[in-house]
């Protein structure tokens, strides 16, 4: 993509009162270097050029000054009176004509793009380029920025990019208003640039989407590409292009849903490890077995269906255009919101409901209405907009799933470390005992946030001193890593959940005393205080040496000859 | 026949025309250099620079960085006039009519520069 240069574009439609202006000042210094005035002796006297342009100068701005250097005479003043109308209309022209420019959509437009270009260009650290600023791309750039994870937006809506341009990130976070479908706006937001690490499409249009993997997989072939696709045709589709990863917000949404059903542990688990920076802990929540409602049965309630029948629940579904969404026979036709429709449905008997329609209001007023019939429903709403959680916290509801915040959860989690969607996969393998146990070591660190998880290295740029210990063949053992650098009798607030060999041999909670080689790459989850620490002693030998052995060796040369010299008088020091 | 041409053409031969008018003469002699001369030298260069704002073609470029030159030489030499005119207390030497002139004379080389191109670019395109 060209850039524009904003001076040219201007100065090329300022063609004509600029000529204006020169012509006017050039026809008016003339007229006073022509037309003779008298000197204080009396004598005829020519103005010069100087004089008649610094009169002129002042006249046409400022109208003041008096007639200088001698008193006019009658043709000067009619000649001053012509000029003075003559220069303050071309200026108002001009400067009127400027205004209008500046303010026209178009132009403003060329202004916005240029300086998002500038800024574009000046990012130098890895960033992620978000389609799509709606309910999920808010909520993933907040949770992006917090983490220090640079991001850069394309949003076709004007309106959604002014609420970005107002929102408080910690990190600036370029938009851009611009089709994303168009591969020239994915271009001007920087999918060539060398340090653009992947591309999230999140429209709410699975075309739009399916149009940017294309465009990624043609423009920039090494770049990550995440997508959301509502329909298992577009999700194949773009799936087809190999490097992209795609997101089912319905799927997703059915998936977290039935695994509340069937380990509650492991979906805390799952809650805890994928939530976003300064969010609250998720309590524990136990659904119970037995009959349950689905109201509605379209992209959502089918697959939450699906799901519910494979975990052998009794499930009666209300749907109130049973022939349009091709619901199974036994379905009760209504909507759920009146009470005899859920009476025939037997709330009485039954444990829990979903209200799964795409409407808000809808589901609030089916739960409301069953909370009535029977008080001790465990009830699960889908919320569809981000503006409606007010209403939804106030509901009281067991479990709430908020469409946007799931993807953007989910999205975040495989965006933040890599390491981190292995574990969750490896995690969901394992049995609720497990992830109990799991859930109650790190629960027996953390406070009341939930864990924050991160990645080490064991690589020459990520931990030198690690990695220097290993080449000379010392031994290193995992718990070394996690040792307080200020006392190293004491753990850091974290734990290793998963090691990964170099030949991809994956240890789930490795044990402490597991030598490290190099190439592992360890995931921890704790708290975020404790990354700083691990961070200091991996990269500075003599921390790690004080981690390692107890002893705290001088660093400067100096201290280090005078040791030596204490050493060779034969005083040992002293290990603290 | 294009009116935008004809106008643009005449005034970049203008600004020569009208420039070497002043420049020719004896170098120190301020009987033969008009000072009227210099004024619509500067002034003809002044809307020659802004008819070229905005050609965005690498001639036009060059086009644009020609007349900036030719009016800072004539600008310059006009301030110099008006320095050893009102400011200064010898008044007009032949040494500053040289400047003076000099200076006229570099603006007419970025003005002969610009019809050169001018000139180029026209037998180019009917080419």
């Known amino acids: ?576 | 026949m294009n009116l935008e041409k004809v106008i643009f053409a005449f005034f970049i031969v203008l600004a020569l025309t009208v420039n070497f008018g002043f420049f020719i003469g004896d170098i120190t002699n301020p009987i033969h250099h008009n000072v009227y001369e210099l004024f619509a030298a500067i002034v003809v260069s002044l809307i020659a620079t802004i008819l070229k704002f905005g050609d965005r073609t690498h001639i036009g470029a060059v086009l644009l960085a020609t007349s900036l030159v030719a009016d800072l030489q004539l600008i310059v030499a006009a301030i110099i006039w008006g320095f050893v005119e009102h400011v200064s207390p010898n008044g007009m030497t032949p040494h500053a009519m040289a400047a003076i002139v000099s200076l006229s004379g570099g603006a007419l080389l970025a003005n002969i520069t610009s019809v050169v191109l001018l000139v180029t670019e026209t037998v180019m395109v009917r080419r």
């Open chain 1, 1 to 576: 993509m060209r850039g524009h240069n904003i001076i040219f574009v201007l100065l090329r439609r300022l063609h004509s009162p600029l000529i204006a202006l020169v012509c006017v000042y050039a026809i008016c210094i003339l007229g006073f270097v022509l037309i003779p005035g008298v000197d204080d002796k009396g004598q005829v006297w020519h103005m010069d050029f100087f004089h008649a342009f610094y009169f002129v100068s002042f006249m046409g701005t400022t109208i003041g000054f008096g007639e200088i250097p001698y008193a006019f005479t009658g043709g000067q003043r009619m000649w001053s009176t012509f000029s003075i109308y003559a220069t303050v209309v071309v200026w108002l022209y001009g400067i009127g004509f400027l205004l209008t420019i500046l303010q026209e959509p178009g132009f403003v437009q060329l202004l916005g793009q240029t300086s998002f270009l500038r800024k574009v260009k000046r990012i130098r650290e890895p960033f992620y380029l978000v389609c799509g600023y709606g309910d999920t791309g808010s909520k993933l750039v907040k949770a992006l920025t917090e983490s220090d994870i640079t991001s850069i937006v394309v949003e076709v809506d004007q309106d959604r990019i002014n609420i970005l341009e107002l929102e408080d990130h910690r990190i600036f976070v370029p938009g851009l208003c611009a089709d994303a479908s168009i591969p020239d706006s994915l271009l001007m937001a920087g999918l060539k640039h060398r340090s653009c690490i992947g591309v999230v499409a999140l429209t709410n249009s699975d075309e739009v989407n399916l149009k940017i993997a294309i465009s990624c997989a043609l423009l920039n072939p090494g770049v990550r590409v995440i997508a959301r696709a509502e329909t298992q045709d577009a999700e194949k589709n773009i799936t087809s292009f190999g490097t992209s990863q795609v997101i089912n917000p319905y799927e997703t949404f059915a998936g977290r849903l039935a695994m509340s059903l069937h380990s509650p542990g492991t979906f805390l688990l799952h809650e805890w490890m994928t939530s976003v920076p300064h969010e609250e802990l998720t309590e524990p929540i136990f659904p119970p077995h037995g009959k349950w409602i689905l109201c509605g049965y379209g992209r959502f309630g089918k697959a939450v269906h699906k799901r519910m029948i494979k975990e052998n629940l009794d499930v009666t579904i209300i749907e109130a255009k049973p022939e349009k969404t091709k619901a199974p026979g036994d379905v009760i036709v209504g909507r759920g919101t009146e009470a005899i429709t859920l009476q025939n449905a037997g709330i009485e008997n039954a444990v829990g409901i979903v209200a799964g329609t795409d409407d808000d209001a809808n589901n609030l007023s089916i739960l409301m209405t069953a909370g009535e019939l029977n008080p001790d429903l465990f009830m699960v709403a889908r919320q569809n907009s981000r503006s409606n959680d007010a209403i939804f916290s106030a509901a009281e509801l067991d479990l709430i799933m908020r469409r946007g915040s799931i993807i953007a959860h989910k999205l975040f989690a495989l965006m933040r470390t890599p390491l981190l969607a292995s574990f969750l996969d490896l995690a969901r393998e394992q049995d609720e005992t497990w992830a109990n146990q799991l859930i109650s070591r790190i629960s027996g660190i953390i406070e009341d946030k939930p864990p924050h998880s991160w990645e080490i290295n064991i690589s020459k740029e990520e931990a030198p001193a690690i990695y220097d210990r290993l080449q000379a063949q010392e031994s290193v053992i995992l718990r070394s890593l996690y040792l307080d650098p200020q006392d190293r009798s004491l753990n850091l607030p974290c734990i290793p959940i998963l090691l990964r060999r170099r030949n991809n041999d994956n240890l789930l909670q490795p044990d402490e005393n597991t030598p490290l080689e190099p190439g592992d790459r360890i995931l921890f989850s704790g708290r975020r205080r404790a990354q700083d620490m691990t961070q200091w002693l991996i990269h500075n030998p003599h921390v790690l040496n004080y981690i390692l052995t107890g002893e705290e060796h001088p660093s400067g040369y100096l201290w280090r000859l005078l040791t030596m010299a204490k050493h060779n008088k034969g005083t040992v020091e002293q290990p603290r």
